[in-house]
């Protein structure tokens, strides 16, 4: 076992990550800016404290789990872990901690092999009770559009129905237009979540995106 980090030292390390995070991810439009390493970060953390959770773990794991989205590695899966591992062992981060917020962020960015992967702690279901979240309700309408616009695809067409599948854990990446997104992976988060709060928190959200397709659909018709 190594020593553990007094609350100082935490505090400093927490600081110097949040810096380096906003750095490297102020100004990127796909959906993986700052803020939203901030929202996650901030809600993380809400969930944690009732949760009872290492609330370091969760911090960090929360501020690094985008370092390297493995979308824009070519899909090695590995790189974000990896980059994770190496900035925090520059900090002098204790080596349990280092594991357990690699295992958290390498559990979040595995999204192949047709198997959802079950979160193996109470800190890893936070973070992704968190993440989660920020993909529904207002703010994820928003990143999904935004996303969508990213990857130059269309809001809606009528003619491209959404693409059912059997199981959350065989998504494939939607390649149409955007409100199919909902369909096939958005509306299906509320089921997915780990925590009371986070339950909790998808059922208020995932109203609000009904409530949104109702309404968007009743436009596209001109019946409102
Ligand atoms: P996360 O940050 O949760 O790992 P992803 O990397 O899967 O999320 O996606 C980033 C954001 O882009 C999310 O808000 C997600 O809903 C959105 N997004 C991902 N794929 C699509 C898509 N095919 N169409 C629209 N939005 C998408
Ligand atoms: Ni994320």
Partial sequence: MSQPLSSCAQSDILEATADHIRKLLTGDSSGHD???????????????????????????????????????????????????????????????????????????????????????????MCVQDADRLDAIGAVGIGRAFAYGGHKGREMYDPAVPPTPHDSFGSYKKNTGP????????????????????GRQLASERHRFMEQFLEQFFAEWKGQR
Avoid at 49 to 62: C, I, P, Q, S, T
Avoid at 77 to 82: K, L, V
Avoid at 88 to 103: A, H
């Fill in 178 to 197: 955007t409100i199919n997104h909902f369909y096939e992976k958005l509306l299906l988060l509320k089921d997915r979540m780990n925590t009371n709060v």
């Fill in 34 to 124: 700052f803020h939203h390493i901030e929202r996650v970060w901030k809600t993380a953390v809400g969930i944690g404290k009732g949760e009872g959770a290492d609330l370091f773990v969760v911090e960090l794991a929360a501020l690094l789990h985008d370092i390297a989205d493995w979308k824009f590695h070519g899909g090695d899966e590995e790189a974000g872990p990896r980059a994770a591992r190496d900035w925090m062992m520059g900090l002098g981060v204790p080596k349990e901690t280092i594991d357990q917020v690699c295992d958290i962020i390498a559990t979040l960015s595995f999204k192949g092999a047709g198997v959802a992967t079950p979160m193996k702690t109470l800190e890893g």
